[in-house]
């Protein structure tokens, strides 16, 4: 009986992380990286160029045409419904998780042991669901009192994602730009936003989303499972 070999693309802005897992997953029978990308933009040129089975995406990736998050998450189910995306992330804010797991469906925290990806990519080429430990911790755990007192349980994906860019630094202009929405749009998704979570100036919007974990803490010891010299990159791709 022949085995299954399931095509694998990886999507991150650290040239770390994409070698890692690429490293990650020589030796498997079953899984083969067909394709790397450092930004939206590469990445849908990739998915234009190659057959792709699983995606494996971080949830935050500048500097591309096509933007991050759910909404790059959003854009490639709708061009590339065949793909399944595994998304892998330094997130830790509950409500974002509960909205991917609602959408992606597998996560795997960057701060647990890379042999996770391998069962989150067998997951989402059967079409399940997968959390790594870490992910299924804060998913299990966040108390709804909490969820409450933040109020990121009320806000809405669209809502959420605009608060992210904004907290991030972009402005109501790069982010409009950024999720193809207009600039009325965008200032009414982020006042909503603001209202609901009993917010009035900006300033406490920003102490907000770092405080929540909207905005990923950079430079974790979870990154050092996947750090690679760059010696160890294959011609060309350095």
Do not use: W
Request: overall charge neutral; aromatic content about 4%.
């Amino acid at each position: 009986m022949n085995s299954i070999l399931i095509r694998v693309a990886v999507a991150d802005d650290h040239p770390a992380i994409l070698f890692g897992v690429k490293h990650e997953f020589a030796d498997n029978r079953s899984i083969l990286v067909d394709g790397m990308a450092r930004n939206s933009s590469e990445l849908i040129d990739l998915l234009n160029r190659q057959r792709i089975d699983v995606l494996i995406c971080d949830y935050a990736m500048p500097n591309g045409h096509y933007g991050d998050g759910i909404a790059l998450f959003s854009l490639i189910q709708q061009r590339y419904p065949h793909v399944r995306i595994v998304v892998l992330t330094m997130i830790e804010n509950p409500a974002i998780l509960q909205t991917l797991m609602t959408e992606v469906r597998c996560i795997v925290s960057k701060s647990d042991l890379t042999n996770h990806l391998s069962l989150a990519v067998h997951a989402a080429f059967a079409n399940g669901r997968y959390a790594s430990p870490a992910i299924e911790k804060i998913l299990r755990t966040a108390e709804p009192s909490r969820r409450s007192a933040h109020g990121t349980s009320a806000l809405t994906s669209r809502e959420l994602e605009v608060v992210r860019l904004f907290v991030s630094g972009l402005t109501v202009n790069e982010i409009a730009a950024r999720l193809h929405r207009s600039k009325k749009t965008i200032s009414t998704q982020k006042n909503a936003a603001m209202r609901k979570l009993n917010i009035e100036r900006e300033v406490d919007l920003v102490h907000y989303g770092i405080e929540t974990g909207l905005v990923p803490s950079v430079g974790r010891a979870g990154d050092a499972q996947y750090r690679t010299s760059p010696m160890d990159l294959p011609p060309g791709d350095s």
